[in-house]
């Protein structure tokens, strides 16, 4: 039994929203390629228009989300633009060490003690900027999973 091009472009979708987990691969980008590229094939005849358009943003935004989440809950924290981006910095480092951890463990300790050597006196601040930061980058592969696996069950009925 042949593999369709859209039962072959649903897999791939599934595949994307399964590897939001995976730290580096743009999930959110190689769905909305995805979409665009189907309907490529079929001379933009599938999905319609506004099918297209809504798969293409929903994708998009995932990959938004996987991006900013951990700055946006970093900020909500308290932690300043560039401890998050430092403790991001760190954590991609020691994800080459530690593996997936790694990313957790450095991006929560350069925060914690950025945010102890800002607040001596209160670790807690610190503590609670270190743990914002922490929920943003592993919540947003749930929110792209999420997303995507909506991408994946719209394109399915769009064109199934």
Same mark, same amino acid.
């Given at each position: 039994?042949?593999? @369709? ?25 190689? @769905? ?11 001379? $933009? ?13 929903? @994708? ?19 932690? @300043? ?50 743990? $914002? ?28």
């Amino acid at each position: 039994m042949a593999l @369709s091009a859209a039962g072959l472009t649903v897999a791939l979708l599934v595949v994307w929203a399964a590897t939001s987990f995976v730290p580096f691969v743009p999930s959110g980008a190689l @769905s909305a390629a995805t979409v665009v590229g189907y309907a490529y094939t079929t001379g $933009f005849a599938e999905p319609g228009l506004v099918a297209l358009l809504a798969l293409v943003f929903v @994708s998009l935004l995932a990959a938004a989300a996987d991006v900013l989440s951990g700055l946006v809950s970093g900020r909500l924290g308290g932690a @300043s633009t560039r401890t998050v981006v430092a403790g991001t910095l760190v954590g991609i480092a020691l994800l080459f060490v530690m593996g997936p951890i790694g990313l957790v463990v450095g991006m929560a300790g350069t925060v914690f003690v950025v945010g102890l050597s800002e607040h001596p006196d209160e670790p807690r601040v610190a503590l609670r900027q270190a743990a $914002f930061a922490v929920t943003g980058v592993l919540a947003s592969a749930f929110v792209q999973a999420v997303l995507l696996v909506g991408v994946a069950v719209g394109f399915a009925l769009a064109v199934l």
